[in-house]
């Protein structure tokens, strides 16, 4: 069996989360070839801090340093020329259909990530 590297898992969970957003707000993020290497660094980053036990409000803010690190702000709506974003600000103040989404890739990684060799 394949070794589950990081990316591997946040390739899979970035599917995931690109089919949600186009299910439950009508736009997707590009597939994973169509993002920058930042955000495959960003993604990764947050399977590992996921493998680690973190939870969907520290991978929020894993996204939200990267992102701003590489220039986006807050703005209500997404913009990719300005470069804005809706979800950069702090987790207690995202609907709960936004919080899924980090909660989504904690889930995923966790169950990925299980040993079933013994069962």
């Known amino acids: 069996m394949d070794v ?7 390739r899979i969970c970035q599917a995931a989360i690109r089919e ?11 597939a994973w070839n169509g993002l920058r290497k930042w955000q ?3 993604l990764a980053e ?3 801090q996921a ?3 973190a939870t969907p409000e520290q991978l929020h803010a894993c996204w939200c340093e990267f992102f701003t690190l590489h220039g986006w702000t807050y703005h ?3 913009n990719l020329q300005k470069p804005t974003h809706p979800w950069l600000r702090p987790w207690c ?3 709960h259909d936004e919080q899924a989404v980090y909660q989504l ?3 995923m990684v966790v169950h990925m990530t299980l040993d079933f060799s013994g069962v």
């Open 4 to 10: 589950l590297t990081n990316e591997k898992a946040a």
């Open 20 to 30: 949600l957003q186009r299910e439950r707000w009508g736009f997707r993020q590009p």
């Open 40 to 42: 495959h660094e960003c």
């Open 46 to 48: 947050m399977v590992r």
């Open 51 to 53: 493998r680690f036990g």
């Open 76 to 78: 209500e709506e997404w």
């Open 93 to 95: 103040e995202l609907a």
């Open 105 to 107: 890739m904690q889930m």
